[in-house]
């Protein structure tokens, strides 16, 4: 299925491949002056300089300029335990041991997820893009972008979205479980 033209990104002409002026937004590029939007699982693609070529790039005599991170794509009917639709957006799983969890969570424009809390992991939250609202026992404080709070384990917190554009943020699980039966709802606005 091809990529909504709205949902392209035009990639600088300094780092453009030689087969592709535009990429999609499952592909992620970093390098000089270039942002990153990481998303997994990963394969790894080089994009090399204006003027360069495979057989060149073989031969040392052209240096790469940046990389994207291809992601593979994620159906809607997809049943993987990596991505997940919920009613306030989406998250995926990005990295997992039995000690930690990394997961990238979307909120919609004005959804919150559920006030809520955990006995058996602690959380660090990172804000990407956006605003947040966050709520820890009862008390609220605003995030943006680059800004992060701990939610120690025990305490009731909750993270919403204030804004008119998608809530981006990172979120890093510590403890010894991570399962769904480690949540206790103490609020939540979709009856869960």
């Known amino acids: 299925m091809p990529v909504p033209q709205s949902r392209m990104m035009t990639v600088p002409s300094s780092i453009r491949s030689s087969t592709q002026d535009v990429l999609p937004p499952y592909l992620a590029v970093f390098g000089p002056g270039v942002g990153i939007e990481p998303l997994v699982p990963q394969k790894r693609t080089s994009i090399q300089q204006d003027g360069g070529s495979g057989a060149n790039a073989s031969q040392g005599n052209c240096?790469?300029?940046?990389?994207?991170?291809?992601?593979?794509?994620?159906?809607?009917?997809?049943?993987?335990?990596?991505f997940d639709r919920r009613p306030w957006g989406t998250f995926t799983v990005l990295?997992?041991?039995?000690?930690?969890?990394?997961?990238?969570?979307?909120?919609?424009?004005?959804?919150?997820?559920?006030?809520?809390?955990?006995?058996?992991?602690?959380?660090?939250?990172?804000?990407?893009t956006g605003l947040a609202r966050v709520t820890l026992d009862g008390r609220e404080i605003m995030l943006s972008s680059g800004e992060t709070v701990d939610v120690p384990a025990g305490v009731a917190h909750r993270i919403e979205n204030p804004g008119q554009?998608?809530?981006?943020?990172?979120?890093?699980?510590?403890?010894?479980?991570?399962?769904?039966?480690?949540?206790?709802?103490?609020?939540?606005d979709f009856g869960r």
């Open 95 to 128: 990295d997992e041991a039995p000690n930690y969890k990394v997961k990238r969570l979307e909120v919609l424009p004005a959804k919150r997820l559920s006030y809520q809390k955990h006995a058996k992991r602690s959380e660090h939250w990172m804000v990407v």
């Open 63 to 82: 240096w790469i300029k940046a990389i994207a991170i291809q992601s593979l794509r994620v159906s809607d009917e997809d049943q993987s335990p990596r």
């Open 165 to 188: 554009s998608m809530l981006v943020f990172i979120e890093i699980q510590t403890g010894t479980y991570f399962g769904e039966d480690d949540i206790v709802r103490l609020q939540d």
